[in-house]
């Protein structure tokens, strides 16, 4: 979809298998924003509000994709929660 590309860099989708079925269920990571009330708003030009504007709460998020949401901080928990594990980086050259 091209949703986060620019948005949310550094999100992760999260597909897990259905059991039975042909389809996954989704999650996307993202990282949590650095607002106005954490010392990432100024300290971190990659998420701090002071230097890339509002961005969307993980509940926004969740209610733009229609699917969970979770910290990025989580992926790890994800990824050992079992099956198997795909990373496709930079599938976008553009």
């Known amino acids: 979809t091209?949703?986060?590309a620019d948005s949310e860099p550094g999100a992760v989708l999260v597909l897990e298998p259905v059991a039975?079925?042909?389809a996954a269920d989704g999650s996307a990571l993202a990282e949590v924003e650095g607002g106005r009330d954490s010392d990432?708003?100024?300290a971190n030009a990659e998420i701090g509000e002071f230097w890339i504007g509002p961005c969307p709460s993980l509940r926004q998020v969740a209610?733009?994709?229609g699917i969970a949401t979770a910290p990025l901080a989580?992926?790890?928990a994800a990824i050992a929660a079992g099956?198997?594990?795909r990373v496709i980086r930079?599938?976008?050259p553009a």
């Open 20 to 22: 039975g079925e042909s």
């Open 63 to 65: 209610a733009d994709l």
């Open 90 to 92: 930079e599938a976008d």
């Open 2 to 4: 091209g949703w986060g």
């Open 40 to 42: 990432e708003f100024y």
């Open 74 to 76: 989580d992926v790890d």
């Open 83 to 85: 099956g198997p594990v």
